[in-house]
């Protein structure tokens, strides 16, 4: 019977790593093909020669007739993703927290409403939104890209199921110790939140960093180009370059993983949360 499980436990453990690696080999071939000469990108599975030809080509502006802003679209990704992600997180832990804590009429039916909403896709609002950003004078600015997605209903809906699970007589100590809403909010709830936390900012900042759409409808400057939108650019002018596509895609990943990485241990925590 030992000898059963054994086998047993190694066949899983080799279906597991087959489909890892089927998984994972994508992005291994777009990182060789990144590094590869441009005389080998996509002519072989495994590239033998390696430069670093397509990252100097891009992070030097492309070509020079049409040269394009990579590293300010690198910073301006980065600076909209940062800022809509703490913004979310921000409006997600105090309409969370008052819809858990805090009892007053209709509550019932705001929780009913925001989960009715969540099943409607956010491109049904695209149009109204813009011309809202458009006649408010936000068109082409940071703002135009971080207010509107200033609220995340999947944040609101996590937080309120975690902050419904911390027992009330934590809340209700601190209120006879003199302290406010924002002070428990703040100071009490989100620390005991952290791995939870640690999950919603890491699909916040993801979604929001791969966001394309909204961003290519807002923006019409080149120096408030995002990384998303200037990759997608590139389909067209500057489609007889693979090497440097891969190039952009790498550093588009990048970040992600830098910060999976950072806090993999609190996500797995907050994910056995989640899958409870």
């Known amino acids: 019977m030992g000898g059963a499980k054994k086998k047993g436990l190694l066949f899983r453990y080799l279906i597991a790593i087959v489909l890892l690696l089927v998984m994972i080999f994508p ?23 390696f430069t670093l030809k397509s990252y100097q080509w891009l992070l030097g502006g492309g070509e020079a007739v049409i040269p394009r802003p990579w590293v300010s679209a690198f910073a301006n990704s980065f600076l909209v993703s940062a800022g809509s992600t703490l913004l979310m997180m921000v409006t997600g832990v105090m309409v969370a927290y008052a819809l858990a804590k805090i009892p007053f009429k209709g509550r019932d039916t705001v929780n009913n409403v925001i989960l009715f909403q969540m099943f409607f896709p956010a491109i049904i609002l695209l149009i109204p939104t813009f011309l809202v950003i458009q006649r408010i004078g ?14 995340s209903l999947w944040a609101v809906f996590m937080y309120t199921n975690f902050f419904k699970a911390i027992p009330d007589t934590f ?29 919603i900012f890491l699909f916040l900042f993801m979604e929001r960093w791969t966001e394309l759409l909204w961003d290519m409808l807002v923006v019409k400057s080149d120096n408030m180009l995002t990384l998303n939108v200037l990759l997608s650019q590139m389909f067209g002018p500057y489609g007889g370059y693979p090497g440097p596509m891969y190039a952009a895609s790498v550093l588009l990943t990048l970040p992600i993983i830098i ?13 056995q949360f989640t899958l409870k």
């Open 27 to 49: 992005y291994i071939y777009m990182v060789l093909n990144s590094f590869a000469d441009w005389d080998q990108v996509d002519k072989k599975l495994f590239p033998t020669h």
């Open 138 to 151: 936000m068109y082409d600015t940071y703002w135009g890209m971080i207010l509107p997605k200033a609220l």
């Open 259 to 271: 910060i999976f990485l950072l806090f993999a241990k609190k996500f797995q925590e907050g994910m």
């Open 171 to 199: 809340i209700e100590a601190a209120k006879l110790d003199g302290a406010s809403e924002l002070q428990i909010m703040f100071k009490i709830v989100l620390p005991m939140s952290k791995s939870i936390t640690t999950v």
